[in-house]
């Protein structure tokens, strides 16, 4: 494909703590805030934007170069950019997919996503990691650093925020073969196309609810299993969520959380959550699962955790994953209902597929 990239402007991007950096502009020229995070993943980055979980949040793409292989409409998660911001060290207007749709570049203006590029991505990963997660502002459209500082002063923080019912479906809808021997009620707290695929491709009928569907509605379904989906937000700031799961687990069918989905199983059993330092968020984090002894590489999105000092007190609940790299809680499972959640991404789209095996355990439950 011929070079046709052209000029750009300036832009600056602000954090937190009152760091500066400056770069060029990306994608639609304006300004946008959120919480910083960044990704360590060198593919997939399209299915990363679109991941409902990154909602409110400014990502970092630690890998060098971003967009050299276009976008497609099939390497979605959702039906748009859920990111609020896109930071990048190159960030490619020029692909080399043949049956890409089309460059990054017009996928972002497309989708009303500011971005900046040329800074020092690693630097700035160094930074967060020892710092940890804070807000942050880019802009293209206004270089007045002390006006943009005046604006990111009033970006509520991410602890707190109820951001799932925010992009959860607003209509009930299906999936799979209606005829299919199991039926699964998903409560959809922003959940990712490929999970739900994962569960048809293994002769389910699903039906995804929205996020404030009570447990008698979900039950309407006749369904043999429950799933949890993940999201973003606090978990805490969720107690609608945390008591329809309350309830769902008194029916005593399989019920299966992925990472806000684990998130809220936990507080279900009065397990408190926390908001960590600065997440995990990739597609090569080691997991040891604890039943089996067997290690699986992970791909995660997760700012909130799992309290460990508070599984010690659960009496009903036994830790099933850690996390390999700082020993947090990645799974867990009631020993007294069959209910179980990971805290990370078994579908796995833009990563590894070592951790499927979780949805044949899934099925494997209601078919027994």
Known sequence: MPDTKKKQEDAVLILADGNVFYGKAFGKIGTTSGEICFNTGMTGYQEVFTDPSYSGQVLIMNNVHTGNYGVMPLDVESDSVKIKGLIGRNLEENYSRLMASGSLQDYLVAQGIVAI?????????????????????????????????????????????ELASTVSTKEVYHLGDPNADIRISVLDFGIKRNILQCMVDRGAYVRVHPAHTDAATLDAFDPHGYFISNGPGDPSAMPYAVSTVQEL????????????????????????????????????????????????????????????????????????????????????????RPAFSVQYHPEATPGPHDSRYLFDQFLGMMRN
């Open 117 to 161: 590029e040329d800074i020092d991505t690693r630097a700035l990963v160094t930074h967060v990691r020892e710092q940890g997660a804070m807000n942050c502002i880019i802009s293209s459209d206004t270089s007045d650093v002390e006006a943009l500082k005046r604006q990111l002063a009033d970006v509520p923080d991410m602890g707190g925020l």
């Open 249 to 336: 687990l008194t029916r005593q069918k399989p019920l299966f959380g992925i990472c806000l989905g684990h998130q809220l199983l936990a507080l279900a059993n009065g397990i408190s959550t926390f908001k960590m330092h600065h997440g995990h968020r990739g597609l090569n984090h080691p997991v040891k699962n604890l039943i089996t002894g067997i290690c699986e590489i992970t791909t995660q999105n997760h700012g909130f955790g799992v309290d460990p000092e508070a599984v010690k007190n659960a009496d009903n609940v036994e830790v099933t994953h850690i996390n390999l790299n700082d020993d947090s809680i990645e799974g867990i499972r009631l020993k007294d």
